[in-house]
């Protein structure tokens, strides 16, 4: 059987695996797509920025639009309703050194989808057409599309949205299998990823609980999608693409990494969260990825109290001391 792991082209962009970092807003920041990178990710995600923030020009936006040369390749990922607006800060931004435009059809938080924006999309086939096919045109760089199952049981029309992203222009289509209604629970559902990939003929990136080397090599067997999408499971675990990497080369599930490598990592990526945030938001944000990185090592209930009261670098660091052996 053909490798489920190889080198994946979405439009003129080559990418040396297909193991991507899936876009998690408040998580895939500057700091953590460049661990990932440096673990192996073929692509890294950003966390959707706003069309509409950034034709107001939202202060905050700029630091999401922020890039780093060393964590390219990268997708950088709007989310809206206007088409013409869609369309017309694509065209503004794309001077951005990302390689890949991406659109987010999948958001399911209310704020996002009471303004028709994000999952709401999977109800307007004709929105959403209407949108890729303005911004695929406005662009030279890649677009691709991100999408869910559907909206809910009772609509359930990936195939159908993937159709219509592939004649407006799109370059790859990624399928969360969930639906909104879902929100991240339960089981994703694998089979909607292989319907999408027999329907169409632009790449599939399949996006659902991947976990482990074990996972990629199923979904691959079970849906034949080109590529993979990978989300919490990277959270506190910049490994996962190194160690996807290593079971694809070995045949063998690797050790989990040792208490002093998980602390080493932590502590950097906080060092590096500093420089581009400053201290106080740095180790503020800190506190859930260092929850992440903790879980499933010893007294991790404990260190995550605690780690909620720290407040800056030399406490975190003196927090997780007592642990290095
Ligand atoms: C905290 C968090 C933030 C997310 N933010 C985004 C986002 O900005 N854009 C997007 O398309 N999906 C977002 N997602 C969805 C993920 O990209 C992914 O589709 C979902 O988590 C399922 O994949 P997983 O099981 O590998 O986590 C987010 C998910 C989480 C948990």
Same mark, same amino acid.
């Given at each position: 059987?053909?490798q ?6 979405? &439009?003129?962009?080559?990418?040396? @695996? ?17 661990? /990932? ?17 950034? !034709? !107001?020009k @939202?202060?905050?936006?700029?630091e ?5 040369e ?5 997708s ?24 890949i435009?991406?659109?987010?059809? &999948? /958001? ?5 989808v ?11 086939? #004709? ?9 695929? =045109? ?7 599309v991100? #999408? ?11 195939? +159908?949205?993937?159709?219509?992203? +592939?004649? /407006? ?22 089979? #909607? ?14 996006? %659902?609980?991947?976990? /482990? &080397? ?9 849906? %034949? ?5 990978? %989300?919490r ?22 050790? =989990?990494?040792?208490v002093?490598?998980? #602390?080493?990592?932590?502590l ?24 992440? !990185?903790?879980? %499933?090592? =010893? ?5 995550r109290?605690?780690? @909620? ?17």
């Amino acid at each position: 059987m053909e490798q489920a792991v190889h080198k994946l082209q979405i &439009g003129n962009v080559t990418l040396e @695996n297909n193991l991507i970092l899936a876009p998690m807003a408040g998580v895939t920041d500057l700091p953590f797509r460049l661990l /990932c990178r440096e673990q192996g990710a073929g692509m890294v995600s950003m966390e959707m920025v706003s069309a509409k923030a950034i !034709y !107001y020009k @939202n202060k905050n936006t700029k630091e999401l639009l922020k890039i780093d040369e060393r964590e390219k390749p990268v997708s950088l990922q709007l989310f809206g309703s206007d088409p013409e607006i869609i369309s017309a800060m694509a065209k503004q931004i794309e001077h951005l050194p990302f390689d890949i435009l991406d659109f987010n059809m &999948g /958001c399911p938080v209310p704020k996002v989808v009471n303004n028709g924006e994000g999952s709401a999309l999977m109800k307007d086939p #004709i929105l959403a057409g209407k949108i890729i096919e303005a911004t695929a =045109k406005a662009i030279d760089k890649p677009f691709t599309v991100k #999408i869910r199952r559907g909206f809910d049981e009772e609509h359930i029309n990936a195939v +159908e949205i993937a159709h219509i992203a +592939e004649e /407006c222009g799109a370059a790859a289509i990624a399928v969360h299998g969930r639906t909104r209604e879902q929100y991240y629970s339960g089981h994703a559902d694998w089979d #909607i990823i292989r319907q999408v990939k027999e329907a169409v003929k632009i790449p599939v990136l399949g996006n %659902g609980d991947i976990k /482990c &080397g074990e996972d990629v090599e199923r979904m691959y067997r079970e849906t %034949g999608c080109d590529g993979f999408l990978i %989300g919490r499971g990277a959270q506190g675990n910049p490994w996962i693409f190194s160690q996807i990497l290593e079971y694809f080369q070995t045949g063998e599930e690797p050790a =989990k990494p040792t208490v002093n490598d998980m #602390i080493d990592m932590m502590l950097r990526q906080a060092r590096l969260m500093i420089e581009v945030k400053g201290e106080e938001v740095a180790i503020r944000e800190m506190r859930k990825h260092a929850a992440w !990185y903790t879980a %499933g090592y =010893k007294n991790s209930s404990h260190l995550r109290n605690a780690v @909620n009261h720290v407040s800056t670098y030399a406490e975190l660091e003196e927090l997780f001391k007592v642990l290095k052996t």
